[in-house]
């Protein structure tokens, strides 16, 4: 099996209610993370690196911030006369609204027409709200190794708290044996990742038969009930790998980028995270500025200090201002004097002089787009 008979297939927004907060006006694949990316980015890398070269992004509403990001694929080198990256909005169908689709399974057999017309064998789905970087070729012969019939990508840990949830058992040929879901299960567990691998006849059967029967979960109707007449098999990813389940996750994860070894695992020149280039002067700093254990992007401006905080492109701290343990989207200004403590800025938000904003790491206070405060 080689990267290039593979067909990839991203969700754009299959957890947006999980952070409203930063999905009102986007999909989570759009939403900013680690100063200068977005979730989608970090599905995408890793199918491109691996040899992926057509990949189709699902998505149902408020996917603009998405098309500005992704544009044609040039990051990615899917900008191709022949395949390449498509936007699958949704339309009408007898099981899809115009208004999006209700679950994965919808979705995918509403564009059934891009899985038929691909040329392509194999089909890799994902999501959109986890950061990883691993070999996907490792996981495609770790597949063909295994004869297997579906290959389901897993993390040991705490279960993430997402609707339907799968808890896999394996057995020591690391088969699946059983599927638990919304299991409330404590201490660590091994958990799907919602990354699979399959034969795209299978998918297309499978999808179509889940549709006749109005059976439409991909976790209960396509995995669970499977289990015991198909070869589902379970491949560990390897290194840093978070899945994201709530504003405070997003936070928590965010801040674990401060370490470099999980810099490192997630941000390596091997396996590069492409993104949108963005031409930026490098960020100027004031003569009595201070910066420390932080991460801040290109085109900023800092005269205050920064401690233990990520900061993206463009984002100004004037002299005075304190900015501790906090995330600051782009364009962000923080003027004079001004201290903030555990806040998550959006885009264009500004903090007027003086102003004392202080939240907490278990719960940091959010600042919608293109706000004064």
Not at 122 to 151: G, P, R
Not at 326 to 337: D, E, P, R, Y
Request: proline share 3%; glycine share 6%; hydrophobic share 40%.
């Amino acid at each position: 099996m080689r990267a290039n008979n593979v067909l990839g297939i991203i969700h754009s927004q299959a957890f947006d209610s999980t952070i409203q907060e930063l999905t009102t006006m986007r999909t989570f694949a759009s939403v900013p993370f680690g100063c200068r990316y977005r979730f989608v980015d970090f599905p995408l890398s890793n199918m491109v690196n691996a040899g992926v070269t057509e990949v189709g992004i699902i998505t149902k509403e408020n996917y603009q911030s998405l098309m500005d990001h992704i544009g044609s694929g040039k990051p990615w080198d899917l900008a191709r006369k022949r395949e390449g990256l498509y936007i699958l909005p949704p339309y009408n169908t007898s099981s899809a609204s115009a208004a999006g689709y209700k679950n994965r399974v919808e979705a995918i057999y509403a564009n059934m027409d891009f899985l038929r017309h691909s040329r392509h064998e194999y089909v890799v789905i994902t999501d959109s709200n986890a950061v990883y970087n691993f070999d996907f070729n490792d996981l495609f012969e770790f597949h063909t190794e295994q004869e297997a019939d579906i290959t389901v990508a897993y993390k040991h840990g705490k279960l993430p708290k997402l609707e339907n949830m799968q808890i896999l058992t394996l057995d020591d040929n690391k088969r699946v044996t059983d599927v638990s879901i919304n299991a409330d299960e404590p201490g660590e567990v091994d958990y799907s990742f919602n990354i699979y691998v399959m034969r795209k006849s299978l998918l297309e059967y499978l999808v179509k038969t889940s549709v006749a029967h109005s059976s439409t979960s991909f976790a209960k109707d396509i995995i669970q009930a499977n289990v015991d007449s198909l070869k589902i098999v379970g491949f560990e990813i390897p290194g840093f790998a978070a899945m994201i389940d709530s504003l405070k996750t997003y936070y928590n994860v965010s801040m674990e980028l401060l370490e470099p070894e999980n810099r490192k695992a997630l941000l390596n020149a091997k396996n590069p995270i492409a993104t949108k280039i963005a031409d930026n002067v490098p960020t100027l700093y004031g003569e009595n500025s201070k910066a420390g254990n932080s991460l801040i992007a290109d085109g900023c401006t800092i005269e205050g200090t920064v401690e233990n905080s990520l900061l993206f492109r463009g984002v100004v701290v004037e002299k005075g201002a304190v900015v501790r343990n906090s995330i600051l989207m782009q364009g962000t200004v923080i003027h004079a004097n001004a201290k903030v403590d555990s806040i998550i800025t959006d885009k264009n938000v500004t903090i007027t002089a003086n102003r004392n904003l202080s939240g907490d790491p278990s719960y940091p206070i959010y600042f919608t787009k293109n706000i004064v405060v």
